[in-house]
């Protein structure tokens, strides 16, 4: 069982960033394509990002040149940097870990707010 420990989430104002982290459990985590995906109230979850084994990069259009996903293999862990920060990305934020099955994190809220 691999167990994913999302953190970074907080309040941030219009035109803010954030940085999120993901930690994975699993010695395979560079197997793993990692992604970060979001739900607001009342929406669906959606993809926000993914990072495959070899580092190819997937965003939403959403927010494409204000996000980028990044991995540290060493450390077992995936980020999601966010810049330029709207009221609508307010969300939880959900780690995903890829290989064989599916494996999601606890969900870490952002709220973007003045």
């Known amino acids: 069982q691999v167990q994913l420990v999302e953190s970074g989430g907080d309040l941030a104002q219009p035109g803010g960033s954030l940085r999120l982290s993901c930690a994975a459990s699993t010695v395979r985590f560079n197997l793993y394509t990692m992604g970060w995906y979001r739900q607001a109230p009342g929406k669906q979850r959606e993809l926000v990002a993914t990072?495959?084994?070899?580092?190819?990069?997937n965003y939403a259009d959403s927010i494409k040149g204000r996000f980028t996903i990044s991995r540290d293999n060493a450390k077992r862990t995936v980020y999601l940097q966010m810049n330029s920060l709207k009221p609508e990305d307010t969300a939880v934020y959900y780690c995903?870990?890829?290989?064989?099955?599916?494996?999601w994190g606890q969900g870490t809220q952002v709220t973007v707010s003045s």
């Open positions: 995903n870990g890829k290989w064989v099955r599916d494996y």
């Open positions: 990072i495959a084994s070899d580092g190819t990069t």
